[in-house]
């Protein structure tokens, strides 16, 4: 299992990450480099997967974080709009907000396939790690989460000034619920 941590600020989009990992369980070991903003995994030199346009990525974590005995890949990023082409029928009218998601994802051959990708978070992350925060075995999210700065009409970034907070966030199936943060 890999766990890391990275700061996922997105005020300096030159900033470059690289980390080393084998997902797939197929004995290569995968390259995730963010370099302005943009994921790229290669295999034995070859792409697998470049995040998509519009994603800003800020930063990135390999490690169990559902807790199914294989490592995820674990994104934080920017992007426009909450829940992409197909809207729930409660929600009316397009959501053009640019914030804060959480995106989980397992990497089978050389596909990488969606576990998880949340709408817009309701406080950005400053920064986030994957470990076993309560000593019960399971992998946690553990996350600094900021507060937001309106700077545009649907723009939003991580106010500097604003407060953060620990919390601790546990994968119950079909996304993660707040543990508690007193464990951070």
Known sequence: MVAAIFHAVPLDYGTQFR????????????EYELTNSVLTIREDGKLLWKSPEG???????LGDVDNDGKDNLVISLWKKGSFGDVQPFWHKGRN?????????YKLEGEILKSVWCSSNLDNPIVSFTIRDADGDGNME?????????????DKYTYDPKGVVRNTVWKWKGWGFYLEDSSKA
């Open 19 to 30: 980390m080393k990992g084998d997902i797939n369980g197929n004995g290569v070991t995968e």
């Open 55 to 61: 994603y800003h990525i800020d930063s990135f974590a």
């Open 96 to 104: 053009k907000d640019y914030k804060n998601h959480l995106f989980v």
């Open 141 to 153: 999210l553990v996350v600094k989460e900021g507060e937001y700065k309106k700077i545009d009409k």
